[in-house]
């Protein structure tokens, strides 16, 4: 899917936890939720679903975050596409969003560890595609 240009654009993150060993009903095996909706979330309903697929602003992700700065705005593959894949630790990647679109982010001796692991990843991920990436020969 190709993105289309405008301030209103969205763009969809895919997030499931490639590590979650929890059988679930079939009923909660996805669920669609948008930034502009964060206030109205039933939290720990949303975190019953093994897969989340969020609706986000993509300016307010390359503002916010260097790492979807990269990936949207750069030559990723991604920068084109209307849906970002992404396979973390449910819950954390959840708090990493909400904190990017200006909601307060709690830290706790139970959530420091996996918040500081997200943030790690995200820079280990965006300069290991960096790197790998074709080189480009200049004239």
């Excluded at 969205?10 to 964060?38: A, G, K, R």
């Excluded at 790492?67 to 920068?79: I, K, M, N, Q, V």
């Excluded at 982010?105 to 139970?110: F, G, N, P, V, Y």
Aim: glycine share 4%; with cysteine.
């Amino acid at each position: 899917m190709a993105s289309s240009s405008g301030d209103d654009e969205f763009v969809v993150l895919v997030c499931s936890d490639p590590n979650n060993q929890i059988e679930t009903d079939i009923s909660n095996e996805e669920i669609v939720i948008s930034t502009t909706d964060f206030s109205t979330w039933d939290y720990p309903s949303t975190l019953s679903f093994s897969t989340f697929k969020i609706q986000a602003h993509r300016n307010r992700l390359i503002e916010e975050s260097s790492y979807f700065r990269g990936l949207l705005s750069g030559s990723f593959s991604e920068s084109c596409l209307d849906y970002i894949s992404i396979q973390w630790q449910l819950e954390t990647f959840l708090n990493v969003v909400r904190c990017i679109f200006g909601f307060r982010l709690d830290i706790t001796s139970k959530n420091f560890i996996p918040l500081f692991q997200v943030n790690i990843w995200l820079l280990q991920t965006f300069l290991l595609a960096f790197f790998l990436m074709p080189q480009i020969k200049m004239g």
